[in-house]
């Protein structure tokens, strides 16, 4: 991942299912971000734009799963917490 990427977490969009959940490694996330279950992150590649999605679990072993909002970052802004 690059740490100047936008977003929190690095997701693949392409192993999304079609309730919009997806799984990502801990070591996805951007250097300094501590995901936690409940809270909102923003998650990205390279390859897409950015969207906000709800983090469900976080597992030693089996990583992130965060489920995906429809709508753009900006729609979603207000569910972010600043830190």
Do not use: K
């Amino acid at each position: 991942m690059q740490s100047e990427a936008e977003y929190d977490i690095w997701v693949d969009f392409t192993r999304m299912l079609n309730d919009g959940r997806v799984w990502s490694l801990l070591d996805d996330a951007r250097p300094g971000f501590v995901p936690i279950a409940g809270q909102y992150a923003v998650v990205g590649c390279e390859d897409a734009d950015p969207a906000v999605a709800q983090i469900i679990t976080v597992d030693i072993e089996e990583g992130i799963q965060v489920r995906v909002l429809p709508g753009s970052v900006d729609e979603h802004r207000h569910l972010l917490t600043t830190a």
